[in-house]
Every structure is written in structure tokens, then in C-alpha cells.
């Protein structure tokens, strides 16, 4: 797995990877934002990885999937590096077939076993996860 890094300002970037999908980055401030920063990438890493896993559990349970959302939170060292200090990740399943504590061992194995974004991030980032599931 390869990606190239292009250069267009000082605070934006864009990567390329071996399939040619581009995606624009910056660290701009946030009322001149275009694309997202490094560390909301990764934070969209994270959960989308672990996404991908729990949604697949789910098909394989053979439980309906009416929708499926999530969200992304990290808090962050003051100094430099300034790198996550804990991250948190909540899904929201709408299903009417799928009990909450099902949800939650699917979410579990997802992010702690099977999503190799969550496994790469450092022991000293402490890594949280939680579902809500919503009957239809």
C-alpha cells in the first residue's frame, strides 16, 4: 500500500493512492476549512475501519440493517506532539432484529480484533467504543 502526498499551499495538501482517488487535506482555520486535517482523517480511519467489520457481523447474523451512522471524538495533548490522548467512537444501528447486546459484541470485535486502523493507534491512546441500537 503506497499513497503520494501532493504539495498546493503551505496548509494544503492532497494524497493520491495506488488506484488514483485523491483526497484534499489542510490544517486551515476552521472558518476557512476545505478538507479535513491529518488527525481528522485518522479519526474518520478509525471509525470507518471498524465500520466496515461491524456492518459485515451484522449481514452475517443475517439481522436487517435499516441504517447505520456514527461518530468520531478525540481529545488531544495541549503540547507538542499534540497527539490524541483518547479517542471515542459511537455507532447508531436501526435495526428490529438486533439486540443492543449483540450490537455490543459486534462493536467490540470490530474495533478491538479486526480493524487494523484501531490496532495501529499506540497503547497511550486510550481507544473507547459504544452502540445504540434503535428499533425500527
Known amino acids: ?5 501532493g504539495y498546493k ?10 488506484s488514483d482517488n485523491r483526497i484534499e487535506i489542510d490544517m486551515l482555520p476552521r472558518e476557512d476549512k476545505k478538507a479535513m486535517s491529518p488527525t481528522e ?5 478509525v471509525i470507518a ?7 459485515s457481523m451484522i449481514k452475517k447474523k443475517r439481522k436487517s440493517l435499516i441504517e447505520f451512522s456514527g461518530e468520531a471524538s478525540g481529545e488531544r495533548r495541549d ?4 497527539k490524541f490522548t483518547s479517542m471515542h467512537i459511537h455507532y447508531r444501528i ?10 455490543e459484541k459486534i462493536v467490540h470485535l470490530a474495533v478491538e480484533k479486526y480493524c487494523s486502523v484501531a490496532s495501529t ?3 497511550s491512546t486510550t481507544l ?5 441500537v434503535v428499533p425500527n
Open 1 to 5: 500500500m503506497k499513497v503520494k502526498l
Open 9 to 18: 499551499t503551505d496548509q494544503e495538501y492532497f494524497a493520491i493512492n495506488d
Open 41 to 45: 482523517l485518522l479519526l474518520s480511519g
Open 49 to 55: 475501519c471498524a465500520a466496515v467489520d461491524i456492518v
Open 79 to 82: 503540547e507538542q506532539p499534540r
Open 94 to 103: 436501526i435495526s428490529p432484529d438486533l439486540t443492543q447486546i449483540d450490537a
Open 121 to 123: 493507534i499506540n497503547e
Open 128 to 132: 473507547t467504543h459504544s452502540v445504540e
